[in-house]
């Protein structure tokens, strides 16, 4: 139980264009989702918590306008890095939780690359 | 500010070898507190968790985790490692904001 899927696992993207990520849990529903960034060899950075329709709260210096969040439902979150640049390549998780429940479940991760 | 500490970054044992990786956390009030692993190529898994009652937590694949509150520490440990336990291990920490934080991470390698 508590599967946490991601897709696409990477994306290669041209500087200047967006880019979606997904976000689902598999075999339970997620009241609350999270986004992390991780670099190559450090641990994982809380970008931002989203609650199923609700607004995204984001993390201090992680822009709005660029990493837009949206939970649409309680097994779906997309992150969509806009007008990526290639200071924006890392590698994204996602992680989700039921209601109440503080343990997090992780999905796989999504490495992005931007050209 | 609330903080989690891993201060081994790389530890390198032998089989059969016991393990305990330190974890040190700087938060006001109640905390919960977990363990994950990333096997290479794999996303997180969790070990263990606590939240409250017994200090000793058993988790998955032998490991276990001791909750000391005075020294805020909770390690993480294994009384004899193999080699399928190579892989990055990060403590982390969260309140009821249900916010996680997470300690920079320790490279275990096992050698056979």
């Known amino acids: 139980g508590a599967v946490v899927s991601q897709h696409p696992s990477w994306v290669i993207c041209k500087s200047g264009t967006s880019v979606k990520i997904e976000c689902r849990s598999l075999?339970?529903?997620?009241?609350?989702m999270f986004w992390y960034r991780q670099f190559p060899k450090q641990s994982l950075m809380l970008m931002a918590t989203?609650?199923?329709?609700?607004?995204?709260?984001?993390e201090q210096g992680v822009e709005k306008d660029k990493f837009l969040i949206n939970h649409a439902s309680l097994t779906l979150s997309t992150l969509t890095v806009t007008s990526a640049h290639p200071e924006d390549s890392s590698f994204y998780i996602c992680?989700?939780?039921?209601?109440?429940?503080?343990?997090?479940?992780f999905g796989p991760g999504t490495r992005l690359t931007v050209l | 500010a609330q903080s989690v500490s891993q201060h081994n970054h790389h530890v390198i044992l032998s089989e059969a070898a016991s393990l305990e990786l330190g974890c040190n956390y700087s938060?006001?009030?109640?905390?919960?507190l977990f363990w994950y692993v990333q096997y290479p190529g794999q996303h997180l898994q969790l070990l263990l968790k606590?939240?409250?009652?017994?200090?000793l937590v058993k988790g998955i694949k032998g490991f276990e985790a001791e909750f000391i509150k005075s020294k805020f520490s909770f390690n993480l440990r294994k009384p004899s490692v193999q080699w399928s336990d190579t892989a990055e291990y990060f403590c982390?920490?969260?309140?009821?904001?249900?916010?996680?934080?997470f300690g920079s991470g320790t490279r275990l390698l096992v050698r056979p």
């Open positions: 992680s989700a939780s039921s209601a109440g429940g503080f343990t997090q479940y």
């Open positions: 075999d339970f529903q997620a009241t609350t």
């Open positions: 989203s609650n199923e329709g609700s607004k995204a709260t984001y």
């Open positions: 938060y006001g009030g109640t905390v919960n």
């Open positions: 606590y939240f409250s009652g017994d200090p």
């Open positions: 982390a920490a969260t309140d009821s904001s249900y916010k996680l934080i």
